[in-house]
């Protein structure tokens, strides 16, 4: 079925070191995925996003890379801050039909140490 | 920047009673969606809307849950007769197009005792 594996669970960092975070998905018909930050009882954010025919998106200090042929996909956060800490969740689209759903991975609490 | 609303922000109620989570999409959106978390866990999908129908549901949206846009503005979603595991941040999420992408609302925290 349809699934997204989300790597690692926590992830604890000093600031200004970098944070990496990895997904694979099972669906090889998913051409879209984009990436949130969910802080403490708000809603998930969208970050960045990435389409099936680009390898490599960046914006600032966050990117993410994807790897259609090994269906994975990841999320660099560079020179990470205090405030880049939350819950970071991947996901998938899946397009069936001429309608979408996201299919989330378990997400990754990132922790950035001052 | 517009955004995604959601009432009320936490909904405490009985079991077996029915509750209406409510959402106002981005105003030029046409793709609606509702979300689950359970504490701890990955967002889950629930219910996709377009053009005043639903166009996909997961096996969590049974006969207890429907949804509509009443006014053509706020999206709804009732759950007929809460059960304790309904308890959940339940988000909405609209979108422009089928594969634009989509924006969530800051959610309903629901409680049922």
């Known amino acids: 079925g349809e699934n997204v594996e989300q790597h690692p669970s926590t992830l604890s960092v000093q600031e200004g070191d970098s944070a990496v975070i990895k997904c694979t998905y099972s669906?090889?018909?998913?051409?879209?995925f984009p990436w949130y930050k969910q802080e403490l009882g708000k809603g998930p954010q969208l970050i960045i996003d990435?389409?099936?025919?680009?390898g490599e998106k960046k914006d600032q200090r966050i990117a993410v890379t994807l790897n259609k042929t090994a269906k994975h996909f990841s999320l660099h956060i560079t020179e990470t801050q205090p405030e880049d800490s939350a819950v970071y969740f991947c996901?998938?689209?899946?397009?069936?039909?001429?309608?979408?759903?996201?299919?989330f991975g378990a997400g990754t609490r990132l922790a950035v140490h001052p | 920047e517009p955004e995604v609303t959601q009432t009320p922000s936490h909904q405490v109620t009985q079991m077996g009673q029915e509750v209406i989570l409510r959402c106002v999409p981005i105003s030029n959106h046409l793709y609606f969606y509702w979300y689950r978390q359970i504490l701890g866990q990955k967002v889950e999908f629930l219910v996709s809307?377009?053009?005043?129908?639903?166009?996909?549901k997961s096996e969590i949206f049974d006969d207890q849950f429907s949804v509509e846009r009443p006014d053509g503005s706020n999206f709804t979603l009732k759950i007929r007769s809460t059960k304790l595991e309904d308890s959940a941040m339940y988000f909405c999420a609209t979108g422009q197009g089928a594969t634009d992408t989509q924006y969530f609302g800051p959610g309903t925290r629901l409680t049922v005792l």
């Open positions: 990435i389409r099936s025919n680009v």
């Open positions: 996901a998938a689209f899946m397009f069936s039909g001429g309608y979408n759903k996201l299919i």
């Open positions: 669906d090889s018909a998913s051409n879209y």
């Open positions: 809307f377009y053009n005043n129908e639903i166009s996909e």
